[in-house]
């Protein structure tokens, strides 16, 4: 499936949000990721994510999509961190 997923993460534990999401995910903007992530994957993540998370104060929003081509999406201005990096 592919995601897009946003949090809002109080400053102390953005650091380690990051660098959670960066591991299943593409960073594409402040808080934001996409990409795509088997079912068994996202179940992680978020475990992990609540563990991190006052879940009184924070907020992890998910929008799942069954493939990238379902949608549509448009960048203006500077893409922040383009998809089609080799490594």
Do not use: P
Request: proline residues 0%; hydrophobic residues 45%.
């Amino acid at each position: 499936m592919y995601v897009i997923l946003v949090y809002d993460i109080g400053e102390k534990r953005v650091g380690k949000m990051l660098k959670l999401c960066r591991q299943y995910l593409n960073w594409i903007q402040n808080s934001v990721f996409e990409g795509e992530i088997t079912e068994v994957k996202l179940k992680e993540l978020v475990l992990r994510a609540k563990g991190i998370m006052k879940l009184e104060f924070d907020s992890l929003i998910i929008f799942k999509t069954r493939q990238e081509k379902w949608l549509d999406k448009q960048i203006i201005g500077k893409e922040r961190s383009s998809l089609d990096q080799i490594i």
